[in-house]
């Protein structure tokens, strides 16, 4: 008797192909789609007097995909569940053993921290049992969050408005932004004053430098014009000199490899895409991408990870491809180790490159704009952590006069290291740039050319982005891995959060209200250091030093009674929602506009319904000013005449869209950026759509002008109806084109006709002969 072919069974097609071609003919590799099996939407599912044992059910739509899995099962010897190396896909590899009724002694539980032909072999020859810890870590999860969002968003739907949700880690994160969003609000700005003088030596043109006010003997803080004029006054008088100069020679480390959230994060800095778009894609490169020459590879490890820990065969590739494309100058003579941070679970390697070898301009042709990018950046910040310090020339002086220091500094760099592949985005601003500063001595006499004192004023903390909720939420401890991504956009989803001028999350009046009511009645739910102390218990579940229905019951107990109160304290009673109030006009009545919801998301509404009915789209304001009358800058929306396809457009708030009511007729499809010309002042824009694009100024008379020819996406437009609004290139209709016959085709019939009575004669010649 033949043996059995065994069964692999992953989550996703690209992954069965990859795993496929690796693991050859005696192997059948399937695809279970994610999961098989879940607790039905239309109820809790759950039965909380039993012991909280959840009611599993198939997942409708999933019938043939079952079907199919069983008979391959049955027909099977062994069969390996290769799911996603963490808790949810140890999960759905318990969950596809009990549906599919896979016997103990056929079941076989793998994982790839990346899938290579090594790692899965290696697997495959490894295999283990279910962690039964990690599937009710798991289970404890779903329940929890089940319980919570099932009992809690009917009272909000019943006490606020249908279509509600709370959960415990979404609540959390809308309650961070609100809270910021009252910090910024409460936020006295406080005024200070700054002093630069332009100084230069006794001899003309021989350099000259700007020095900022520092203080005497420690730094000074100047609170009104009064103080500054006083300095200003008593340094007028004085003598320059140079009472220091200090000169050393200063190293940048490099970041440590990805996790999750720091790959979210700079994904969202530096290629503009969100955590979800960004998960997406780091799951396309784990599970396998068609490379010519290689058939499907997976070009990096799993990306789902709190860990900084790197394998020994990883970081000797990564010395070894530095110094033979580098040099040994940017080779450490040790290899790096980084520590991963105490609470991590640290269950797999950081984020890497499966092969290192792999660089991403040579595959980049085989590769989407959106997976070369992502697969440049974890590929450069892996390469970069193994690389020696950067090293820059840092020199401060100091000027004296009447007692006070003018300090000035310049910092220049002596040896790239890491920086010649990759440097980490940031948050903040940029620091500004200082021009190089000239050869000093101390005690040198100077003289200074002007005197320039500035007002300010300090500014409120930043709003989040989505980059700095992520970091906010797991400096906290709450949420994990997995977690970042669905919850950013749950909260948006859900209208709680909004994003503003490209980056900003604002809460909206909808999420205040929601947070208000949470805080009020469900303390434990938004609490920052309850929320994380129960992602540790669930860690423990893990570990299996707790037992997961004790921490339900713990829980429930508090909970229901919360839930309880809340439901008596509130009854009869409906908390309103604010309208959240535009500065847009009705043109029709002369209100403020207001932000409504309805089946197809936010729009403009008159308050003033019935007895006036506009409407129109939302308006979207953007970072920068109009470059032609100051204005501000909005995203608008618009429908193509010819195709009714919906366009986006950006135009000053002054342009209504008709020439006769136009105060300004600014109209762009490009998307304004916060960054302004460093050499006009006026605000830059890029070009429209996913990843990373370059600004560009748009000012004819800047010396920094960038042709439209130039900016990338550009065709000659086409000549329109005078008054008729633009249309987009992308949304316009575009003919249908006719197949044509390829001649190729005439050959190829040719040629089987020709070899066909070739054939046929030789049959002849045989009979005769």
Known sequence: MANKTDLVIVESPSKAKTIGKYLGPGYEVKASMGHVRDLPKSKLSVDIEHGFAPDYQPIKGKEDVISDLKKAAKRSGKVYLATDPDREGEAISWHLKELL???????????FNEITKNVVNQSIAAPRAIDQNLVDA????????????????????????????????????????????????????????????????????????????????????????????????????????VAKVKRQERQRQPAPPFTTSTLQQEASRKLNMSPARTMSIAQQLYEGVEISGQGAVGLITYMRTDSLRLSDEAVAAAR???????????????????????????????????????????????????????????????????????????????????????????SSLKFSGFTAVYEEGKDDEEEEKT????????????????????????????????????????????????????????????EYVVKEGGKALRP???????????????????????????????????????????????????????????EQDLDGERIKVPDEVSEEICPQCSRNLVIKSGRFGRFLACPGWPECDFTMPLVVEMPGKCPLCGGRLLKRTGKSKKTGKQYTYYCCERRTGREETNKCDFMTWDVPVKDNCPVCGHTMFKKAGRGAKKPYCINEQCSNFTPEEKRGGWRKPAAQTAGEEAVPAETEEKPKKTAAKKPAAKKTTAKKTAAKKTAAKKTAAKKEA
């Open 320 to 410: 070894g491809f530095i110094n033979q494309r580098y040099g040994a100058g940017y080779c450490p003579p040790q290899p790096r180790r980084y520590k991963t941070k105490g609470n991590a679970q640290d269950a797999h390697e950081a984020i890497r490159p499966s092969d290192v070898t792999l660089a991403p301009d040579d595959i980049k042709k085989d590769l989407t704009a959106e997976q070369y990018k992502l697969y440049k950046l974890i590929w450069s910040r892996f390469l970069a952590c193994q690389m020696a310090n950067a090293v820059y020339d840092s020199l401060s002086i100091d000027a004296l006069n009447s007692g006070y220091i003018f300090r000035a500094s310049h």
């Open 508 to 566: 909206t009046p909808l999420g205040e209200v929601v947070t208000g009511l949470m805080k009020d009645k469900f303390h434990d739910i938004v609490d920052y250091d309850f929320t994380a102390q129960m992602e540790q218990r669930l860690d423990k579940v893990e570990e299996g030093s707790a037992d997961w229905k004790a921490l339900l019951a713990d829980f429930y107990k508090d909970f229901d009674a919360e839930l309880k109160k809340a």
């Open 435 to 494: 021009s190089p500063l000239p050869d000093l001595k101390e005690g040198e006499p100077l003289t200074h050319k002007r005197l320039t004192k500035d007002q300010h004023f300090t500014q409120p903390p930043a709003r989040y982005s989505e980059a700095s909720l992520i970091r906010a939420l797991e400096e906290q401890g709450i949420g994990r891995p997995s977690t970042y991504a669905p919850t950013i956009s749950t909260i948006m989803n859900r």
């Open 101 to 111: 009724s896979i016997p103990d002694d056929k079941t076989y539980r793998v994982t």
């Open 138 to 241: 798991q289970q404890a999860r779903r329940i929890l969050d089940r319980i919570v969002g099932y009992q809690l968003s009917p009272l909000l739907w019943k006490k606020i408005r249908r279509g509600l949700s709370a959960g415990r880690v979404q609540s959390v994160a809308t309650r961070l932004v609100v809270e910021r969003e009252l910090e910024i609000r409460a936020f006295v700005p406080q005024e200070y004053w700054s002093i630069e003088a332009e100084l230069e030596r006794v001899a003309p043109n021989l350099g000259t430098f700007k020095a900022q006010f520092h203080g005497k003997d420690k730094k000074m803080e100047l609170h009104s014009q009064e103080e500054a004029e006083e300095i200003i006054a008593a340094v007028s008088q004085g003598t320059w000199s």
